[in-house]
């Protein structure tokens, strides 16, 4: 695997929140710029090398077990919206902390 996207801009949030929208293509989030977990640094989004976004369930629910194992939240268990190359670590904040700066970075260390 490798990693295609961390941090994003709000600018470059906002692009992919009007893609399928206002723009053409496929929607890709339902998060707008400061909603997202990628705009503060806590998520990466992961590609496989050889079978890109089309791998097989089965690969996409190893990397996610994986990620779980080492305490990231794995969009692919999500409900509403299933992100299957999405993970992100929180740390015990809200997205609200993130956005009011009630965060201790150090945490992450």
């Known amino acids: 695997v490798r990693i295609v996207e961390g ?26 710029g400061g909603e997202s977990f990628h705009n503060y640094r806590c998520a990466v989004d992961f590609v496989f090398k050889k079978e890109g976004y089309n791998a097989s369930k089965e690969l996409w629910e190893t990397l996610g077990t994986v990620g779980e194992k080492h305490d ?12 299957l190359p999405h993970f992100e670590m929180k740390m015990g904040y809200r997205l609200s902390d993130f956005q009011n700066g009630k965060v201790d970075y150090t945490k992450f260390n």
């Open 7 to 32: 941090y994003r801009s709000i600018e470059r949030q906002n692009e992919l929140y009007a893609q399928g929208r206002t723009t053409p293509g496929k929607i890709v989030t339902n998060a707008k």
């Open 72 to 83: 990231f939240e794995w969009g692919g268990r999500w409900k509403k919206f299933i992100d």
